[in-house]
């Protein structure tokens, strides 16, 4: 089994008719690079700059940023860096972004829809302009994507937006050297707001990616922690679907790049039915790059197209996942 899988890595990602699929990396830890090499991920299509911040005693100042984000950066080899602003949530705390003034209110009763993502980086701009000047150093080496967390209105995006565009003006004032393309902006659908107006947000924003976990999370009211509802925490019901649907159409629609990057990305039986829906682009813990490609290789895209007509009356998650499994196992 594992040198079937190891073979695959150097076969393409493509259905059984030809179609490209784009499968990238989720990183979590610059320790986990080779893991991507080895998988034989075509990219990062999300990383998590959390575990810069998360046990820091020392806020990260841009040097030391920069200096992690390019070495991200060149261990792609000219496979493209999606890079996420800071996500930080209510129930996430740090020595040094506390000293900073950088909390989130833990206290809340409800930190998942308290001062999190976009929002609390909007309250604290010096942060976000200290990464993004970070990000843009290193995409001096490589292609790179600016990933906006947790966004709920066109609002905020438009908001960081004009962050973004102080620091590039504040850069070349001072002469420095900057990327040319600058790297695009995007933004993670990942709140029913995102997803039912996506649309508006696709005008705005310069590529989209689906995160299905706290998409799941708030379409559900299930808290992805919380052990004693997770049997209710279901990426595959019908109403996570429905949005993910509406979110692809609405990109394809703007012609914006979309991708998913949430846990659902990650398993085999659910991407074909989200190839069925129109998407071509999946990132995922490395570690499930080369089960997936092999469930891309093996379907075509007609199968799945009707796989995703058929999962449109179903119910339930339950109804969703026997479509699915008797599909891979058909
Ligand atoms: C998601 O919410 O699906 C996602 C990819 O982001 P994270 O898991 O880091 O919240
Ligand atoms: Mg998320």
Same mark, same amino acid.
């Given at each position: ?43 990062? !299509? ?6 810069? #911040? ?23 080899? !000219? ?61 001096? !080496? ?5 990933? $906006? ?32 393309? $600058? ?23 310069? #590529? ?53 990057? !949430? ?18 682009? #999946? ?48």
């Amino acid at each position: 089994e594992q040198q079937r899988l190891g073979r695959l890595r150097r076969l393409p990602a493509q259905l059984l008719g030809g179609e490209a699929v784009e499968l990238q990396a989720n990183l979590e830890l610059p320790a986990e690079l080779p893991l991507v090499a080895q998988a034989g991920a075509a990219g990062i !299509g999300l990383l998590r700059t959390e575990f810069l #911040f998360i046990n820091a005693d020392i806020m990260p100042d841009e040097a030391a940023q920069a200096a992690t984000y390019r070495a991200v950066v060149d261990a792609m080899g !000219g496979d493209c860096t999606t890079i996420r602003l800071l996500d930080w949530g209510g129930e996430k705390q740090s020595e040094a972004l506390g000293a900073a003034g950088f909390t989130a209110g833990g206290g809340d009763l409800n930190p998942a829809l308290g001062l999190r993502g976009i929002r609390l980086l909007l309250q604290h701009p010096a942060v976000m302009e200290t990464q993004i000047a970070a990000i843009l150093r290193a995409a001096l !080496g490589g292609p790179v994507r600016i990933l $906006l967390p947790m966004v709920t209105t066109v609002s905020e995006f438009r908001e960081a937006r004009a962050v973004y565009d102080r620091v590039v003006r504040r850069l070349r004032r001072k002469g420095i050297r900057l990327p040319d393309p $600058l790297p695009p902006l995007g933004a993670m659908v990942e709140t029913p707001a995102a997803a039912i107006g996506a649309e508006a947000l696709a005008l705005e924003a310069q #590529f989209l990616a689906i995160g299905t976990n706290d998409l799941t999370m708030y379409t559900l009211a299930v808290d992805r922690a919380a052990s004693e509802v997770s049997r209710l925490f279901e990426p595959l019901h019908p109403a996570v679907l429905r949005l993910i649907g509406m979110t692809t159409d609405a990109a394809l629609r703007s012609r914006r790049p979309v991708s998913v990057c !949430g846990e659902i990305a990650g398993n085999p039986l659910a991407v074909p039915l989200l190839m069925g829906m129109g998407l071509r682009s #999946f990132s995922m813990n490395a570690s499930a790059v080369p089960r997936v490609k092999q469930a891309v290789r093996g379907v075509s895209l007609d199968d799945c197209r009707r796989l995703a007509r058929r999962v449109l009356d179903e119910a339930d998650a339950d109804g969703v996942s026997r479509l699915v499994t008797a599909f891979a196992a058909r």
